[in-house]
C-alpha cells in the first residue's frame, strides 16, 4: 500500500445550483421501475459560465453533486428496489463516505449560464459540483449488473 | 436563483487508493485514439471493506477520484485530441473548479478489499472518492458528442 498521508485533496464548492420539480425526496421516483423523465435547469454561477462553452452540441451530460440533505454514511444498506442489503460502493446511496452523487441527463437547450435538462432526480436547490461530457457507453453484451438484474428478476417472478 | 449560501458541503477524504501502472501524467495514453486497457488495482481502506459486499456481480464501475496532482483551474482549455479551446465543463481537463475525475472500469476480480480492474487511466497512488455501479448506457442513437465528433471528422480527411 502506497501512504499517501499528506494527500493534496481538495475543499469543494458549488458551481451552481439545480432548479427541479422535487422539493423533498419522498417525491423523486424510486425503485426499478422509477422514469427520470423530470426536467430542470443547472443554473450555473456567473464566474463559471465561460467553462459552459461548447456544451450546446453534447446531447449528455454527467452531473456531479452533492447529496446535501443527507448525513452520515452506512457501509450496508437495502436500496428502494431490493429487499436485499448490499454494500454502499454497489449501490446509489446517498449514505456515501463521500456523499457524491452522479446523474446524467439530456441536455435540452442553452440559454447563457443555465441548461435546461430533462432526467433530474435531485432535489430543488442542490449544489451542482461538475459537469463533464457523457462521450460513450460500456458495450452492452459486456454490461453485468449484478444484485440489480437479480431483484428485477425476482419481481418479475 | 435560489441562494443557499450556507449550504452543507463536505470535507473529502480518499477512501483508497489506486495501483497503476502509469507514474506520470505523460505515460496515459491520450486523444482521439487512446485506449485503456491497462490493468491496475483499487485497494480500499480496510475501514470502507464491508462497502464493497456484492460488488463481484458487477462488470463496470464508476470510480470517482481526485486529480491530486493537478493545480487550480482553467475555464476554457485545449484538449489533447483536439486543436481548438472548449469549455471546462464540455471536456474531461483535469483543470476544473472542483478536480474530481471519473473512469469507469472494468472489474476483473476481488479479493478482499482489492479490486482488479480494467481501463485505469489514473497516475499511481490517486486517492478515490467514491465507487458506484455503472447500471445502464444512454441509447447510441441518441448520444451526440458534438466537438470531439468534430475533432474526430476534421482528423480523418
Redesign the interface.
Known amino acids: ?2 501512504m ?1 498521508q499528506f ?9 451552481g ?1 439545480v ?1 427541479s420539480p422535487y422539493s423533498e425526496t419522498s417525491q423523486v421516483p424510486r425503485g426499478l421501475d422509477a422514469k427520470h423523465d423530470a426536467e430542470g435547469e443547472l ?2 454561477l456567473s464566474e ?1 459560465e ?13 452531473v ?1 453533486w ?1 447529496f ?2 443527507s448525513e452520515g454514511f452506512e ?2 444498506g437495502k436500496p428502494p428496489c431490493d429487499d436485499r ?8 446511496s446517498p449514505r ?5 452523487a ?1 446523474t ?1 441527463v ?1 441536455l435540452l437547450s442553452r440559454e447563457g449560464n443555465k441548461l435546461r435538462v430533462r432526467g433530474v432526480d435531485m432535489l ?2 442542490t ?1 451542482i ?7 460513450s ?2 458495450p ?1 453484451e ?9 431483484a428485477e428478476s425476482r419481481k418479475a417472478q
Chains 1, 2 share one sequence.
Not at 494527500?7 to 458551481?15: G, L, N
Not at 465561460?50 to 454527467?62: Q, R
Not at 459486456?142 to 437479480?150: F, S, T, Y
Open positions: 500500500m502506497i499517501r494527500i493534496a485533496m481538495f475543499t469543494p464548492r458549488p458551481i445550483y432548479h443554473e450555473i463559471f465561460a467553462g459552459l462553452t461548447d456544451i450546446e452540441g453534447l446531447s449528455h451530460l454527467i456531479l452533492v446535501d440533505r457501509l450496508m442489503p448490499h454494500g454502499v460502493f454497489a449501490t446509489r456515501r463516505p463521500n456523499p457524491i452522479l446524467v439530456e430543488d436547490g449544489p459540483l461538475d459537469i463533464k461530457p457523457y462521450l457507453n460500456v452492452e459486456k454490461l453485468r449488473r449484478g444484485w440489480l438484474a437479480e
